[in-house]
C-alpha cells in the first residue's frame, strides 16, 4: 500500500537545523513532485517547499533557511532546515502528487525553544 513516512523531527534551540526525511512506497515515487507543509497549533496547513518529480525545480514558501532535495534512486526526500525560529514549532508533513493522486504522510513534530 501507499505509505510516505517521515522522520528527523524532534526538540532544537533556535539558530539550530534538523533535517527531515520522507520515505515513500507503494507509489512510482520518481513520477511524483513532492512537497513539505507545515501545520502550526491553532493554524492552517501551509506550503513549506515543493521540489519536482525530476528534482530539477524547487520552491520555497521562505527562501535561503531552507533545502529540499530528493534521491529517487532511494524513493526519499528531505528538507534541510537551519536557523530555526520558533514560529517554525510545527507538524511537518510530506505530501505526494501528480495530475489524478495526492498522498499524505502522518507527520513529524518540530519543536524550536529554549
Known amino acids: 500500500q501507499v505509505q510516505l513516512v517521515e522522520s528527523g523531527g524532534g526538540s532544537v534551540q533556535p539558530g539550530g537545523s534538523l533535517n527531515l526525511s520522507c520515505a515513500g512506497s507503494?507509489?512510482?515515487?520518481?513520477?511524483?513532485?513532492m512537497y513539505w507543509y507545515r501545520q502550526a497549533p491553532g493554524k492552517g496547513r501551509e506550503l513549506v517547499a515543493a521540489?519536482?518529480?525530476?528534482?530539477?525545480d524547487t520552491n520555497y514558501a521562505e527562501k535561503g533557511r531552507f533545502t529540499m532535495s530528493r534521491d529517487n534512486r532511494k524513493n526519499m526526500v528531505h528538507l534541510q532546515m537551519n536557523s530555526l525560529k520558533p514560529e517554525d514549532t510545527a507538524v511537518y508533513y510530506c505530501?505526494?502528487?501528480?495530475?489524478?493522486?495526492?498522498?499524505w504522510g502522518q507527520g513529524t513534530q518540530v519543536t524550536v525553544s529554549s
Open positions: 505530501n505526494a502528487q501528480n495530475s489524478w493522486y495526492e498522498y
Open positions: 507503494g507509489f512510482p515515487f520518481s513520477t511524483y513532485d
Open positions: 521540489i519536482a518529480s525530476s528534482g530539477g
